[in-house]
């Protein structure tokens, strides 16, 4: 007896904090009813916001939205540093930001060194592997990490509200400045280095204490939806694979006899010019994604397929498939 294919497709998910991305797929395998979920770039436990899901095969378009740029709303408290450079972790220094000791031209000049292109060195407590150990435990095993910079482009950082204000550590009142910011950056930049530079530079160090995904390319936060919310029908709430991969790449059209070709893998006669990057191909009879190509010497050749939909011998609906390894994303918090 055949069931009706397992679900496939993207879907936009907004965590809420205290929960890990891990656990935020596995919410999404139970309700999917699918092992076969991954994502897109993690968000840290104290953050929230927007976190791509792929489901089934979709998990092939996984690879084209790690590498997306992002953007970020968060605050950075300034007279605190802790030892992960959020609020998650334990307070290492606490010199504090006397009132009107942190002026707004001191302040936005911070800020402004870390704008553009930078050489940015990850917070310690990370999901870095250092020698095939992730540095966050390494880090709490009282070892030494010495993380390599890497080269982030950092589009937009800009400061929206400030409050002076008095935090506590022990119990000992502490002046600090909270500083609220919006950034737009590439890829694999931690928000959380930013604030402890931005602090190191104004010489009062600093951690942040509320970080918010808003973006992944293309896909906003305010298309999200939240998981643990039994109303919300997930299936229905899955971006289809079509949908997603025209949003991001140009898009070619196939006739019946080319869709077929290229789903056993063969290559298509094209007039297109040679591409840089990848082309959604398109089933014009059903507008399914048949694959990511690209164009060459007259050709389209095969990027990644996506399979056609199948009907799952003897299973019932929404059964486990197989279980497939997760696509660990590049983004950062």
Same mark, same amino acid.
């Given at each position: 007896? &055949?069931?009706?294919?397992?679900?496939?497709?993207i879907? &936009? @998910?907004?965590?809420? $904090?205290g929960?890990?991305?891990?656990?935020?797929?596995?919410?999404?395998?139970?309700?999917?009813? *699918?092992?076969?979920?991954?994502?897109?770039? =993690?968000l840290?436990?104290?953050? *929230?916001?927007?976190?791509?899901?792929?489901?089934?095969?979709?998990?092939?378009?996984?690879?084209?939205? @790690?590498?997306?740029?992002?953007?970020?709303?968060?605050?950075?408290?300034?007279?605190?540093? =802790?030892?992960s450079?959020?609020? +998650?972790?334990?307070?290492?220094?606490?010199?504090?930001?006397?009132l009107?000791?942190?002026?707004?031209?001191? &302040?936005?000049?911070a800020?402004?060194?870390?704008?553009?292109?930078? +050489? $940015?060195?990850?917070? =310690?407590?990370? %999901?870095?592997?250092?020698?095939?150990?992730?540095?966050?435990?390494? %880090?709490?095993?009282?070892?030494t /990490?010495?993380?390599?910079?890497?080269?982030?482009?950092?589009?937009? !950082?800009?400061?929206?509200?400030?409050?002076?204000? *008095?935090?506590s550590?022990?119990?000992?009142?502490?002046?600090? /400045?909270?500083?609220?910011?919006e950034?737009?950056?590439?890829?694999?930049?931690?928000?959380?280095?930013?604030?402890?530079?931005v602090?190191?530079?104004?010489? @009062?160090?600093?951690?942040?204490?509320?970080?918010?995904?808003?973006?992944?390319?293309?896909?906003?936060?305010?298309?999200?939806?939240?998981?643990?919310?039994?109303?919300?029908?997930?299936?229905?709430?899955?971006?289809?694979?079509?949908?997603? %991969?025209?949003?991001? !790449?140009?898009?070619?059209?196939?006739?019946?006899? +080319? =869709?077929?070709?290229?789903?056993?893998?063969?290559?298509?006669?094209?007039? &297109?010019?040679?591409?840089?990057?990848?082309?959604a191909?398109?089933?014009?009879?059903?507008?399914?994604?048949?694959?990511?190509?690209?164009?060459?010497?007259?050709?389209?050749?095969?990027?990644?397929? !996506?399979?056609?939909? $199948?009907?799952?011998?003897?299973?019932?609906?929404?059964?486990?498939?197989?279980?497939?390894?997760?696509?660990?994303?590049?983004?950062?918090?």
């Amino acid at each position: 007896m &055949l069931e009706p294919a397992a679900p496939s497709g993207i879907i &936009l @998910v907004d965590k809420p $904090q205290g929960i890990s991305s891990h656990r935020a797929v596995s919410i999404a395998r139970r309700r999917f009813g *699918t092992r076969k979920i991954g994502h897109a770039g =993690t968000l840290d436990p104290m953050a *929230t916001g927007l976190l791509v899901l792929g489901i089934g095969p979709s998990t092939r378009l996984l690879t084209h939205l @790690v590498g997306l740029d992002k953007t970020y709303t968060a605050t950075m408290r300034l007279g605190i540093t =802790t030892d992960s450079d959020d609020a +998650d972790g334990t307070p290492v220094t606490w010199p504090g930001a006397l009132l009107g000791s942190i002026t707004e031209d001191a &302040l936005e000049s911070a800020v402004a060194e870390q704008r553009g292109v930078i +050489d $940015q060195v990850p917070s =310690t407590v990370s %999901a870095i592997k250092v020698d095939g150990r992730r540095a966050y435990a390494m %880090a709490r095993n009282g070892e030494t /990490v010495e993380l390599a910079a890497r080269r982030v482009t950092i589009g937009r !950082f800009e400061v929206t509200d400030r409050r002076d204000m *008095t935090a506590s550590i022990d119990g000992s009142p502490v002046p600090v /400045v909270d500083v609220d910011i919006e950034i737009a950056c590439t890829s694999g930049t931690y928000v959380r280095a930013l604030a402890r530079d931005v602090g190191a530079a104004l010489g @009062v160090g600093a951690h942040l204490t509320a970080l918010r995904r808003t973006s992944v390319g293309p896909f906003e936060v305010s298309d999200a939806v939240d998981l643990e919310d039994d109303d919300v029908d997930v299936v229905r709430a899955m971006l289809r694979p079509a949908d997603v %991969a025209r949003r991001l !790449f140009p898009e070619v059209v196939l006739d019946a006899p +080319d =869709t077929k070709d290229l789903s056993d893998g063969k290559r298509v006669a094209t007039d &297109l010019d040679d591409t840089e990057g990848p082309v959604a191909a398109v089933s014009g009879a059903d507008d399914r994604l048949i694959g990511l190509v690209s164009a060459r010497r007259g050709q389209f050749r095969v990027i990644t397929n !996506f399979p056609s939909p $199948q009907a799952v011998p003897g299973s019932a609906p929404g059964s486990a498939l197989r279980s497939a390894p997760d696509h660990r994303g590049g983004g950062r918090a």
